[in-house]
């Protein structure tokens, strides 16, 4: 089957750095989406990954390793806004999306 | 630029009783169209997904249906709605391209009593 896996919640606080990771085990990949969603909104789009590496966007950064199964997101200087739960989803073999639950983050002050 | 519209924004409807949903899409042609359903505090299922006028595919067997009777219109409907359809209802698309990022509408709140 397919699976992808994120923790469920994590906690940091305002200024700090947080590393959120992606595990999954899907037939085939053609890349990985990372998407924000704030509680009652829609989801927004953050990052594309489909080559191994760092891929930067101002305080957010996403990484893939495709031989370990694994990316994470990695949010810099947290804000209070950047409360949210994030969203990490791979693209398999018959480029159907396959969503992970999502993980909450809580920014403490 | 695009942008994806969804009504109504909220709804609560009694067991047993019909369900309209609808989505549109500007600024783009011959956009995929997906509709996804999200339960509280859980990732998103995939429903139905279209490829063009007329064209849908269902992921899950259920009470819900889904049209697409022009090409950027994307209908989900059901006939008798149970407790288990409550979710918040999202509308995504596509350029039609197989790794495109996928840009969701604003959402529907259903809640069934």
């Known amino acids: 089957g397919q699976n992808i896996d994120q923790p469920t919640e994590m906690t940091a606080t305002e200024g700090a750095i947080v590393q959120i990771n992606c595990t999954y085990q899907?037939?085939?990949?053609?890349?990985l989406f990372w998407y924000q969603q704030h509680a009652g909104e829609a989801p927004t789009f953050l990052s594309y990954?489909?080559l191994d590496g760092l891929e930067e966007k101002g305080r957010f950064s996403s990484f893939l390793s495709r031989s370990k199964g694994y990316s994470y997101l990695l949010l810099k200087e947290l804000q209070m806004k950047d409360s949210a739960s994030y969203l990490c989803?791979?693209?398999?073999?018959?480029?159907?999306?396959?969503w992970g639950a999502g993980t909450k983050l809580i920014i403490k002050p | 630029s695009q942008t994806i519209h969804q009504w109504p924004a909220t709804l609560v409807q009694p067991v047993g009783s019909p369900l309209s949903l609808e989505c549109t899409v500007e600024?783009?042609?011959?956009?995929?169209l997906y509709w996804y359903r999200q339960a509280a505090g859980r990732g998103l299922q995939l429903l139905f997904y279209?490829?063009?006028?007329?064209?849908i595919s269902s992921e899950v067997p259920q009470n819900l249906s889904a049209s697409r009777p022009q090409d950027r219109q994307f209908i989900l409907s059901s006939k008798k709605l149970l407790l288990s359809d409550s979710g918040f209802y999202l509308c995504?698309?596509?350029?039609?391209?197989?790794?495109?990022?996928?840009?969701f509408g604003p959402g529907t709140r259903l809640t069934v009593l």
């Open positions: 995504a698309w596509t350029s039609g391209r197989d790794t495109d990022t996928q840009y």
């Open positions: 600024g783009t042609s011959n956009p995929n």
């Open positions: 279209s490829v063009g006028i007329g064209q």
């Open positions: 899907t037939s085939g990949f053609n890349g």
């Open positions: 990954n489909v």
């Open positions: 989803a791979v693209v398999d073999s018959n480029y159907q999306l396959i």
